[in-house]
């Protein structure tokens, strides 16, 4: 098995022109995933253009070439297809945290992003409720104007004005659940293995890409009533409250406008509130039915989004390339798009998990430049993994002490000052009149033998009573400071500005799932390399892979040991002692650091002895055995 590895490398070939760029084969399948999204979209709009329509007459209502087919195409371009693109624009794939509540606060307002989500979703709803109004009947007294008796003029509609307020409304409601939800954010799964022969595995957030497509929306749409309704009552509860400071204004312009319109009744008063038993149960179905068309087609992006990186043939997204090794290096060296960068870790995982043929192919592939294929790959690895390093390793550090310029006279300007002559002391002194007065003790001891001047640290030395030094003032300011801040800290007013270690960490590690498939990647490639690596390529690096793990795997287990939790987060302090403080982005990570990091050890500790490892790898390996790793 081991002799394999000491087969000869072939002579080189005359190296291969740039490979196609991952991005280039998955921006087509990411093409074809949001338009069965934008058909998962449609098929909401169409059923409930049919909800809403008149339905007098049943085939009409149904006809898709009718005026319900003719509400669903207006519905899917102008509510359900804007809530999509802005779900494009916002796409990232790393957690976006923030140090206390009122910081992201203070980063919303003065952020675009937060006021184009509020207008798309006002304007979708917008849409939405004009539809409904213009599908009702005359008896549901929702238009714009309200006809009178034969001798009576035209009076305007408040229930509609209403109606119109309480769209935008709940756009402003579903606008804010997007911002605090994140939906812009894609969460990959994460922690996530590849079934296998050996050990199939189903774990945390990686369920739903397991099942098809069409599995992990029907799992998922269980969820859509309960949410839908939530955000329902919510929105149709307090929306009568949010109508009155504005109901004046609102009546009066709009009021205005239209006598130049309609010859409308004179009287400018306010008629009765216009929410009722009848109004409030109808506003409270039109939310449901907007949250319901928004849930799904959210659900739809996030089901087909965060699939298996696997074309509808089956193959994965570099199998499509005519290199394919060269165009998944590609992927995993683009940083700067990571989206892509995250899918192709996820593929390379999956690869080493599943196809022995790629494997060694990756083993095989030595004619390139800079490096061979592992190579590359396992630089980018190592490369994610020294991330985490470098990030966590400054947390805790005391900033570097600030460099004092001491100013120190020049000989030529101390010779053109002269000193001035020292004060005689007399013996009998008229103010002094005791020559063992701790008055005239002080004066003794601060003047000069020398004629120089005496400095002001000198004569603070000399005091009888010494001063406290500007640190310990600092220290016992900054604790009283503390103590009167903790009750407030602890009430619900002072949560939004606890400075959260939960958040501090989702900052230092923001898309931990890429390290994860990172280290379950190269850790397969390199335990399956001892029976598929015919040139010995990978074992030439296990030593610097082991330390790096090592090194991972060390920095991880300091910060969770002692994270650096800020005074203002005294909950977290208070979980701390009681040992029930969990970080969940360090534990993930370190728990595959170690499993791949037992993986190996056991692979190469039977042929430890017959390898050309160093003493240092070998020492690393046997510790590992005999520590047994969990």
Request: net charge positive; charged share 15%; hydrophobic share 40%.
């Amino acid at each position: 098995m081991v002799s394999s590895i000491s087969r000869s490398i072939p002579s080189s070939t005359p190296p291969r022109s740039p490979p196609p760029h991952y991005q280039t084969f998955l921006t087509p399948i990411l093409h074809r995933r949001f338009a069965r999204a934008c058909l998962v979209g449609f098929a909401a709009c169409y059923v409930e253009s049919f909800v809403i329509s008149n339905k007098s007459s049943f085939f009409w209502a149904i006809f898709p070439l009718g005026w319900t087919g003719f509400k669903a195409v207006i519905l899917f371009f102008l509510s359900v297809f804007p809530i999509l693109i802005l779900r494009i624009s916002q796409l990232h794939v790393g957690a976006r945290s923030y140090t206390t509540v009122f910081h992201a606060m203070k980063t919303y307002i003065g952020s675009f992003s937060t006021y184009s989500t509020l207008l798309t979703h006002s304007f979708a709803s917008l849409v939405f409720v004009f539809l409904y109004l213009w599908s009702g009947s005359r008896e549901d007294r929702l238009g714009f104007i309200i006809e009178g008796k034969s001798y009576e003029r035209p009076r305007l509609n408040e229930r509609f004005l209403y109606m119109i307020f309480f769209a935008c409304y709940t756009g402003f409601i579903q606008a804010a659940l997007h911002l605090y939800e994140d939906r812009g954010r894609l969460q990959l799964p994460h922690l996530y293995v590849w079934p296998s022969e050996v050990e199939p595995t189903s774990v945390l957030n990686a369920e739903l890409s397991q099942l098809s497509p069409k599995a992990a929306f029907k799992k998922k749409f269980l969820e859509v009533p309960s949410g839908a309704l939530h955000m329902a009552l919510v929105s149709a509860c307090t929306a009568p409250f949010a109508y009155m400071p504005f109901r004046g204004v609102v009546w009066h312009y709009t009021l205005a406008t239209a006598k130049t319109f309609y010859w409308l009744n004179r009287s400018s008063t306010l008629p009765s509130f216009p929410v009722g038993a009848g109004m409030f149960i109808r506003s409270l179905w039109l939310s449901f039915l907007i949250g319901v068309m928004w849930q799904i087609s959210n659900i739809a992006f996030d089901v087909y989004f965060t699939q298996k990186p696997l074309s509808a043939d089956g193959k994965t997204v570099s199998e499509k390339s005519p290199d394919p090794n060269g165009t998944l290096v590609t992927g995993l060296k683009a940083s700067q798009a990571p989206l892509t960068q995250m899918l192709a870790f996820w593929e390379l995982a999956y690869l080493s998990q599943n196809s022995a043929a790629r494997r060694k192919a990756i083993y095989t592939d030595i004619n390139r430049k800079p490096a061979n294929i592992f190579e590359q790959i396992l630089n980018q690895a190592l490369s994610v993994l020294g991330e985490i390093d470098l990030k966590l390793a400054d947390v805790g550090k005391p900033p570097a002490p600030t460099a004092v310029i001491s100013i120190t006279p020049s000989s030529t300007a101390a010779s053109t000052i002269p000193s001035p002559p020292p004060i005689p002391m007399s013996p009998i002194s008229p103010l002094l009149t005791s020559p063992t007065s701790p008055t005239r003790k002080f004066l003794e001891g601060v003047q000069s033998k020398d004629g120089s001047t005496p400095t002001l640290q000198h004569v603070i030395q000399k005091l009888p009573y010494q001063p406290p030094s500007i640190a310990e003032v600092e220290a016992s300011a900054t604790k009283s400071f503390k103590s009167k801040m903790e009750p407030f800290l602890s009430s619900p007013w002072g949560s939004m500005f606890r400075q959260s270690i939960h958040a501090t960490t989702s900052q230092l590690l923001p898309n931990v799932g890429l390290q994860i498939n990172a280290v379950q990647a190269i850790s397969r490639l390199v335990t399956s390399s001892l029976m598929e690596d015919e040139f010995g390529i990978v074992q030439r690096h296990a030593s610097t892979l082991l330390a790096s793990f090592i090194s991972t795997m060390g920095t991880l287990e300091k910060y969770l040991a002692s994270p650096p939790i800020s005074w203002t987060d005294v909950e977290a302090i208070q979980k701390q002692e009681k040992g029930e403080l969990n970080l969940v982005e360090p534990h993930l990570l370190l728990s595959a650091l170690k499993e791949g990091f037992k993986d190996m050890a056991t692979a190469y500790a039977p042929h430890i002895e017959k390898m050309q490892l160093s003493p240092q790898t070998k020492k690393i390996i046997l510790e590992a055995r005999e520590r047994s790793l969990p």
